[in-house]
């Protein structure tokens, strides 16, 4: 089955600063890669997701870049801002008859220091 | 629209019993998918479900079971809990096609002692 890896674990970061975070993932056939966000004692909100046929996705200070290739990737925040302290958790949806489950790394929490 | 709403929020429950927990979808949605969250490992898939047909399961014992109703509704059970099973419980819905966003529920706090 899909396997998603998600790195750092944990991360700091100065107001202002840039974050980013990447995932791998083992399943070539996966084309949905979601990211979200989880703020202490709150449910998980979708920020952005990129489909297979796409290669990157802005929407504002957040990106996601992916490389279908290398079955990588990657969130981006720029100019981050305390309340973007959180653990993301990248996902990967699967193939065939496991398109409609999302496997998702580990997480990653963020902390932007002010 | 009212999001995805999980009922209880928290329980409390001795090894060796079961316990049932509940899901209700945005409306329209018809798709509903449970995820065991611990600290560490993250999200971890337990089974979905789609017009009352369950789709997909992930590698979880046979302890783990679910069913979900002619409104969509969903509910999870857990028979003969273990203290492994302490975990935060979430439920997410969607329109059940592939590629569309899943929404989360607030979740429901299993606490076994």
């Known amino acids: 089955g899909e396997n998603v890896e998600q790195h750092p674990s944990t991360l700091s970061v100065q107001e202002g600063d840039s974050a980013v975070i990447k995932c791998t993932y083992s399943d070539s056939a996966s084309n949905y890669f979601p990211w979200y966000k989880q703020e202490l004692g709150k449910r998980p909100q979708l920020i952005i997701d990129?489909?297979?046929?796409?290669g990157e996705k802005k929407d504002q200070r957040i990106a996601v870049t992916l490389n279908k290739t290398a079955k990588h990737f990657s969130l981006h925040i720029t100019e981050t801002q305390p309340e973007d302290s959180a653990v993301y958790f990248c996902a990967a949806s699967g193939s065939g008859g496991s398109n409609y489950k999302l496997t998702f790394g580990k997480g990653t929490l963020l902390t932007v220091n002010p | 629209k009212a999001g995805v709403t999980q009922t209880p929020r928290y329980l409390i429950k001795t090894r060796g019993q079961q316990v049932t927990l509940s899901c209700s979808p945005i409306s329209g949605h018809r798709s509903v998918s449970w995820y065991q969250q611990t600290p560490g490992q993250g999200l971890q898939f337990l089974f979905e479900?789609?017009?009352?047909?369950?789709?997909n399961k992930g590698n979880f014992p046979g302890r783990f079971s679910g069913r979900q109703f002619s409104n969509s509704r969903s509910e999870m059970n857990v028979s003969t809990l273990e203290l492994g099973d302490s975990a935060l419980y979430l439920c997410a819905s969607s329109l059940g096609q592939p590629e569309t966003e899943a929404f989360f529920g607030q979740g429901t706090r299993l606490t076994v002692v």
């Open positions: 990129i489909r297979s046929n796409v």
């Open positions: 479900y789609f017009s009352e047909t369950q789709r």
